[in-house]
């Protein structure tokens, strides 16, 4: 099935550090989600954006709508050990209800 | 808690059996999607339900298939089942059809033999 290519696939960083992650298409598309899943949990939305070009903020998580609509980017600061998880970008495909997810960026954080 | 409650949690089945995989939605949600999820993968969107009636399809296998009850639960049915149908099945809701904050469920651990 379509997915988006999100990288890096994995990161292992010292608590404290500033991360960053992406996700990008060949496709266009009209919004743009992140999501985090904790181990046993379903997705949790973080940041939805709607406008290219949108920056968007949520606590130390930043997310931005990428200017060609091709692509997104989240950003976390001065991670915590608790920002561990798998961090999932999703982009709405235009015209329709269905939402493409990327294939997941795993963070773990070191104390 | 996000409100959406899926069941089983988990469901062990040998292959060619069928199985038939629950989701309530938060109260006030009339959306409900399904996503399949293969280990170390990403969220495959199978189908969306909206008040009943199915609004949009994804990768959706032929052996499986889903409905939207008129108390707006819904059921997903996997048919025929093979080792490779092993994974996480989530369920989301939302208010609208075209919501964006969807809220998902725990999932369903489906396991084939």
Known sequence: ?111 | DSGVTQTPKHLITATGQRVTLRCSPRSGDLSVYWYQQSLDQGLQFLIQYYNGEERAKGNILERFSAQQFPDLHSELNLSSLELGDSALYFCASSVRADDTEAFFGQGTRLTVV
């Open chain 1, 1 to 111: 099935g379509q997915q988006l290519n999100q990288s890096p696939q994995s990161m292992f960083i010292q608590e404290g550090e500033d991360v960053s992650m992406n996700c990008t298409s060949s496709s266009i598309f009209n919004t743009w989600l992140w999501y985090k899943q904790e181990p046993g949990e379903g997705p949790v939305l973080l940041i939805a954006l709607y406008k290219a070009g949108e920056l968007t903020s949520n606590g130390r998580l930043t997310a931005q709508f990428g200017i060609t609509r091709k692509d997104s980017f989240l950003n976390i600061s001065a991670s915590i050990p608790s920002d561990v998880g798998i961090y999932f970008c999703a982009g709405l495909v235009s015209g329709t209800y269905k939402y493409i997810f990327g294939t997941g960026t795993r963070l773990k954080v070191l104390a």
